[in-house]
């Protein structure tokens, strides 16, 4: 696989590929997330050359079973069609990890594609309560991802 580049991006850049995959047949409003413009919100793209392959966002926002942690939810991640399985979401989650570590963050979750669950669980992530149907983006589950933070 040619090397990808992870860097950040702009909400405004991120969004076109979150309708293209995350919201096929809504309207452009539906991949704008509130939370996208806050500070410490990241945004990060997985490039192959100039060519933007795969996106990622990451909120500070607590669990909505767990508001007690330092909670970061990973949002939007979406790999270009044709694309997936080639390294680029790895890459993504990879780099979103480390953010939410840098930052101190104990718990990162997310709401993972039953379809996805598999992917989330290579790098930790568990299932939390039960599967349920979101209208706009099928049946998911809450996924959470204990970080460990160092001792010293």
């Given amino acids: 696989m040619p090397e990808v580049s992870i860097r950040p991006i702009p909400a405004t850049e991120a969004r076109p590929l979150r309708e293209a995959v995350l919201r096929p047949g809504h309207p452009p409003e539906k991949s704008v997330y ?6 410490d919100t990241l945004h990060l793209g997985a490039y192959l050359g100039d060519e933007l392959m795969g996106v990622a966002s990451i909120f500070r926002q607590p669990a909505p079973d767990e508001a007690t942690a ?6 939007g991640m979406a790999v270009r069609p044709g694309a997936q399985g080639r390294g680029y ?3 993504l989650l990879e780099r979103s990890i480390a953010y939410v570590a840098e930052r101190g963050g104990t718990l990162f979750w997310c709401y993972g594609r ?22 706009d983006s099928g049946s998911h589950f809450v ?4 970080i460990n933070q160092p001792t010293f």
């Avoid at 509130?34 to 500070?39: L, V």
């Avoid at 330092?70 to 949002?75: A, D, S, T, Y």
């Fill in 70 to 75: 330092e909670g970061w939810r990973l949002r």
């Fill in 114 to 135: 039953t379809s996805a669950v598999g992917f989330y669980q290579q790098f930790g992530f568990e299932p939390r309560g039960e599967e349920s149907n979101d209208p």
């Fill in 143 to 146: 996924l959470h991802l204990r």
């Fill in 89 to 91: 979401g790895r890459a």
């Fill in 34 to 39: 509130p939370g996208d413009d806050a500070p």
